[in-house]
């Protein structure tokens, strides 16, 4: 019986505080505000989330139009080299090589006699391929496909060779007007003539490696699957 009232005599006190808490602007302005902060939570990961996809299709983009300039050009350098099997015109193939947007900068290289002269833009030159290299890494991430190895090993390629003939050309400018020059750890060096022609031997050479990277590419059909992950 004691406890019966007991509790009878509590429950108006409880009831009391329910309306006390109710009746609190402070209270109500707590929870508005918890609610406040949960859907501004929710809002600030979906345009992270959005602004993540955003930047992964960005990049994507970028990648593939860096790709297909690349590719289209060593198409045409392939097409002109083909014109005379037996003559390798190393540096209007390097032209074409270069013709792509991405070498804009450094394309005035296939002037053999002015870019010789000219250090800065070698290492321009040589650092935008390796610029190159990274981009093909990149893009084995960023597409997450199997097959983009193949556009991998197509840019490592035409980098080699572009590099290779680009080598051979100062090699032989240096040689044709009799400007002495010596490789360390290179004895061969010391004959000039047949050291141009080891370059461009090296310089076919790399450039056929090229074309069996661009049939590699080929096959896989990669660069026809890639614009498929061009979506948000």
Partial sequence: MEITVRLLQEEPTLLQRVIDFIQDPSAWLSIISAVIAIVALFQTQS????????????????????????????????????????????????????????????????????????????????????????????????????NTEQLNAFFKAYCDAARSIQSYLEFQYLQENNISFSVPDDPLSKNPRAYVDKNRKDAVMWFDKLKTAYDALEKSKVMDEIPKYLKL
Avoid: C, M
């Avoid at 990049?59 to 050009?73: G, P, Q």
């Avoid at 198409?75 to 190393?90: E, P």
């Avoid at 006699?113 to 893009?139: A, H, P």
């Fill in 47 to 146: 345009q992270i989330k959005l602004s993540n996809k955003q930047h992964l299709f960005d990049r994507r983009l970028t990648d593939y139009l860096i790709a297909k300039d690349i590719v289209d050009s060593y198409i045409k350098g392939f097409i002109w080299s083909q014109r005379d099997k037996k003559k390798f015109d190393a540096k209007e193939i390097l032209f074409y090589l270069l013709t792509p947007e991405f070498f804009a900068s450094v394309k005035n290289i296939t002037d053999v006699v002015s870019s010789f002269k000219d250090r800065d833009i070698q290492n321009l030159f040589y650092t935008r391929l390796q610029e190159l290299e990274k981009i093909g890494e990149e893009i084995v991430i960023v597409f997450d496909k199997e």
